[in-house]
Structure formats: structure tokens, C-alpha cells
């Protein structure tokens, strides 16, 4: 009898792991992404999220009251920081080293679990999430390109006249246009053909327009 009961213990589920402050909320918000990129806004679940930070659906409750909260503060919290640019030497090699962060971004757990909300929440949902997208996403990265092209025309190998919100929106619009329809990877080859094909041509001084890509 004794061993029966061993047994029956064993195979019994384990109890919610004790953590309380910070430890469970990070664990908590850490499951909320993981369940945002693996079954989307659609699946996602205020009961998913308890089960896999092992934690119970109270827990979750208390500090966050709906679905549209906790998802806020996980993307809040799992964004990258896109900020300073470092001055790789000239704006070819400047714009490949912001391109494959904002593309790290994008491909990132979180950055998956932020398009998943994207393209399945309504639009009442959607509009909740809008400022946390500007405010961490869209503005950032324009900022990021916009150094870089202004440290391009401090340096004389872009011309001051391409400084503006068109050029600027060029490489953001094809990394989401080719993300989102094509299904792209952006491969580090990808980008170095975009910056060579595309934002070189645009951004050089005339006098340089006629060098071939990639040189």
C-alpha cells in the first residue's frame, strides 16, 4: 500500500512554483511572450499564460486584469532598445549595422509576439497597442536611420538634400513590406542588396551615382 501511494505521488502534476514580486512577474510576462509567439494573439489565454510560468490563474489576475494589459507590459518589457548608432566609418557599413539590428528586433521572440498582435487583434485592440508601437518601435528606428544619414551628409558620402521623411521610410516600408507579404528572412545578403541597390542610389552625392552596386 505503501508503495502505491509512493507512486501516486509521483505521478501527481507539480504545484505552482513559490515566487512572489518581481521573480513571478518577470516569469509571468516572460510566458506571455512565449504564448504570443507560439500561438498568437488568437490562442493566447490568461490560463496558457498561469500554466506556463507554473504559476496559478490568480496570480496572473492580481497584477493584470485583462489580456490586453498583460500583453502591453510584456511587450513593453521585451522590446530592445534601439538607440545610438555606432559609427561604423561610412554609410554603406552604417546602414548594413542598423539594418540587421532593427531586423534582429523584428525576429526576435518579441518582435514576433508584436506582429502576431498586429495582424490578428481587432481594431479596438489594436488601437490600444498604437502608442506602444510608435512610441518603441517606428520612432526609434526612424531616429536610427536618421543619424545615420546625417552623420552621411557630415561626412560628405551623402548628399544633404536626401535627409528627408520619404528617403527615411524607404528601408522600415521594405523590411515589413517584404516581412509581412513575401515572407522574407532578410538574410544579411538581403540587406547588403537593398543598401546597394536601393539606398546607395538615393542617398549618394550625383557624382557617385555611377559607381557599380556593391562596390
Not at 502576431?116 to 517606428?138: M, N, T
Request: overall charge neutral; some cysteine.
Amino acid at each position: 500500500m505503501a508503495t502505491s501511494r509512493w507512486t501516486s505521488a509521483a505521478q501527481a502534476p507539480s504545484a505552482p512554483l513559490r515566487r512572489r514580486g518581481p521573480v513571478l512577474e518577470r516569469a509571468i510576462l516572460e510566458a506571455a511572450l512565449e504564448q504570443l509567439s507560439t500561438v498568437g494573439w488568437n490562442g493566447f489565454t490568461m490560463e496558457g499564460v498561469a500554466a506556463e510560468a507554473q504559476t496559478g490563474k490568480a496570480a496572473v489576475y492580481r497584477r493584470w486584469p485583462s489580456k490586453e494589459d498583460l500583453v502591453a507590459d510584456a511587450l513593453e518589457a521585451g522590446l530592445p532598445r534601439l538607440d545610438e548608432a555606432a559609427d561604423q566609418g561610412g554609410i554603406r557599413e552604417d546602414l548594413f549595422h542598423v539594418c540587421r539590428r532593427v531586423r534582429d528586433a523584428m525576429f526576435s521572440r518579441t518582435g514576433i509576439a508584436l506582429r502576431s498582435v498586429l495582424y490578428e487583434c481587432d481594431a479596438a485592440a489594436a488601437e490600444r497597442f498604437q502608442g506602444l508601437i510608435v512610441s518603441r518601435v517606428v520612432e526609434p528606428s526612424v531616429q536610427l536611420f536618421r543619424a545615420v544619414v546625417q552623420r552621411g551628409v557630415n561626412r560628405g558620402d551623402v548628399r544633404a538634400d536626401a535627409l528627408c521623411e520619404l528617403v527615411l521610410d524607404v528601408i522600415p516600408s521594405l523590411l515589413m513590406y517584404r516581412s509581412k507579404v513575401c515572407g522574407s528572412e532578410w538574410r544579411d545578403q538581403d540587406i547588403a542588396k537593398m543598401i546597394d541597390q536601393v539606398m546607395l542610389p538615393l542617398l549618394r552625392p550625383h557624382s557617385c551615382r555611377t559607381t557599380a552596386c556593391g562596390s
